[in-house]
């Protein structure tokens, strides 16, 4: 029997093509810590420079803005996904595909059913806070992961779509989670899957 | 894990950061800045050396520590091994790096050759804090001919 040539698209179903993993444990393992050691030396310069938290906060959003703005190029060219048709998709892709390759973490997605454009990405792990136990003292407003909202916000403008881009929740603050809002604020065209007759 | 683009754009942003906070330019901002640099790179170089399982660190000899750092540490945060190795086998080591990935993205040769010692400075101190955290003192310096071609220069302090 053969399989029928056009397969109607599913909706929810999404073709991701993940990047092989690297070699070498140990380097890798070196290579994520390199990254967690030099943002937590980051944060710590910039509580150095900056008295207020709310300024560290924005400095590390502007930081990630402009990392997002170009890490969207890398991500796009090492994952070939298709293109997307809902906001429901990008999160999805966001978590499943961009973190994964990225930061080794798959947040779950989480939608705010009384809006269509509001998600949230629930970080169980997050690598970043490894060698965090709690904030220093006097920085209890910091959002110590502020850079991953500017990363968001700036990937996602790139390929133009504006985004509120906070965090919700924050374990290092004592909450249960950590979790990241995502609010879109352009109405994106949702196509319909279209049946074939 | 597509670690090294995000760390690049990373150490691209602090980089600026360092050069922010009220540092000012001018020379006396330079000296700041280049300081910050190195010293956030030496934390992170200890801390990474420190995460190592001990095993990988027995070293026989001051030169196997070298090599270390050419070919496991810049294997590690550069993907690649450095290109050259040179040493006077009296406690002076030069790294060279024909394709340093931090100056690779700007243009090549002497345009920007003022800007270069901003993009190495972490480094050097990423280099003294492996080094330091192996209990070897050191210091470590960088010099840029043409870009992307630079030499960083190991000189291990005797106690």
Redesign the interface.
């Known amino acids: 029997m053969s399989r029928p040539g056009n397969r109607r698209p599913e909706c929810h179903k999404i073709d991701w093509h993940l ?1 092989a ?2 070699s ?1 444990a ?10 967690v ?6 944060v ?3 509580c ?3 008295e207020k938290d709310e300024d560290v906060n924005n ?1 590390l959003d502007k ?1 990630g803005y ?2 997002g703005i ?2 969207v190029e ?2 796009l060219a ?1 994952s070939c996904v298709k293109k997307c048709h809902s906001y429901s998709e990008i999160a999805d892709l966001i978590a499943q595909v961009a973190f994964k ?4 973490i798959t947040p779950s997605v989480t939608r705010n059913e009384s809006s269509r454009n509001e998600f949230s990405l629930i970080l169980d792990k997050n690598p970043l806070v490894e ?1 965090v136990e709690e904030l220093p003292a006097g920085r209890s407003s910091l959002c110590y992961c502020n850079l991953l909202c500017g990363v968001i916000r700036g990937a996602l403008e790139m390929i133009h779509l504006t985004a509120d881009v906070t965090f919700l929740q924050d374990r290092l603050k004592g909450d249960k989670v950590t979790e990241i809002g995502i609010t879109f604020l352009k109405k994106l065209e949702e196509k319909k899957c279209r049946r074939k007759k | ?7 690049q ?6 980089v ?3 050069y ?4 000012g330019s001018g020379d006396e901002g330079q000296r700041t800045g280049l300081t ?1 640099l190195e010293g ?1 790179g030496f ?2 170089g200890q ?2 050396a420190e ?3 001990r095993g ?1 660190l027995v070293f026989r000899e001051e030169l196997d520590t070298i090599k270390f750092l050419c070919r ?2 810049w ?3 550069f993907r690649k091994q450095t290109d050259n190795l040179r040493t006077n086998h009296q406690g002076t080591y030069i790294l060279q790096d024909d394709n340093f990935p931090f100056l690779t993205q700007m243009a090549w040769g002497q345009q920007y050759l003022e800007e270069a010692p901003k993009f190495l400075a972490f480094t050097c101190g990423l280099l003294r804090g492996t080094l330091s955290a192996l209990g070897i003192e050191s210091s470590v310096t960088a010099s840029v001919a043409s870009l992307p071609v630079c030499k960083f220069q190991v000189v291990i302090q005797k106690a």
């Open positions: 990047p993993i690297s070498s140990s380097a890798h393992s070196m290579n994520r810590d390199l990254f050691l030099t943002y937590g030396a980051l710590a310069q910039l150095k420079d900056y400095y930081m402009g990392i170009r890490l890398d991500f090492r390759m990225y930061l080794g060698f | 894990m597509a670690d090294e683009t995000l760390f754009l990373l150490h691209t942003e602090v600026a950061a360092a922010g906070g009220g540092r910050v956030m934390r992170v801390g990474l995460r190592l399982p990988a496991d540490l294997g590690a945060v």
